[in-house]
């Protein structure tokens, strides 16, 4: 869930200490999908889902620009006995890892992109992921209470995933963290590369 954005700290910043929403353990929505094939987990921040994935026996790739993150992921994978790759990759140039995947997963990602930055990832998605491959994406949604940033609506998932993709749900849910109430509200899309 890492990526740097103008007025925050630093992707190593963030994990300097666990930052909230490392709950060390994997989202319980994305712990309910079906999850097939190569694996992406775009800013996969200590490894969670990617971990999550090579536990089921997939080959899976975690990216973050946190290199404090990236290593305490590695950690988790040797100590686990799971084996998973973690590179320090930008989300917005997806292309440059010049691989396909058949599913990718975002877990905080997605949310903290606007503009000509989230039609880089978006177009960058679209690079790795193989027709038919699906994109899960657990990010704030704006029906969240408290003061956190980058807020989602319904219609900013739908707008840029507009053209070449069918969205097959956008439901809501939470994301838990360990601050506050103990969750945020968030919205769980489920996309398929067209």
């Not at 929403?21 to 999850?35: N, V, Y």
């Not at 100590?79 to 877990?107: I, K, M, N, Y």
């Amino acid at each position: 869930m890492t990526h740097a954005h103008p007025g925050s700290r630093t992707p190593d910043e963030l994990y300097a200490t666990p930052p909230p929403w490392d709950i060390g353990r994997p989202q319980p929505a994305f712990r309910s999908l079906t999850i097939r094939g190569r694996v992406l987990d775009a800013g996969c921040g200590t490894g969670e889902h990617t971990l999550l994935a090579a536990s089921l026996g997939l080959e899976a790739t975690g990216i973050d620009l946190a290199r404090t993150a990236l290593d305490q992921a590695e950690r988790k994978a040797r100590d686990r006995g799971l084996a998973a790759r973690f590179v320090h990759q930008d989300a917005r140039h997806l292309a440059e890892l010049g691989e396909v995947f058949d599913t990718v997963l975002d877990c905080g990602l997605f949310h903290i992109f606007t503009g000509a930055d989230r039609s880089s990832y978006v177009d960058g998605l679209r690079a790795v992921l193989a027709p038919g491959g699906r994109y899960s994406m657990l990010g704030f949604s704006d029906a969240e209470p408290d003061p956190w940033p980058h807020k989602l609506c319904r219609d900013d998932i739908t707008a840029a995933f507009a053209a070449g993709w069918r969205i097959e749900s956008i439901e809501p849910a939470v994301i838990e963290a360990r601050t506050g109430r103990g969750h945020v509200k968030a919205w769980l899309a489920a996309l398929t590369r067209l």
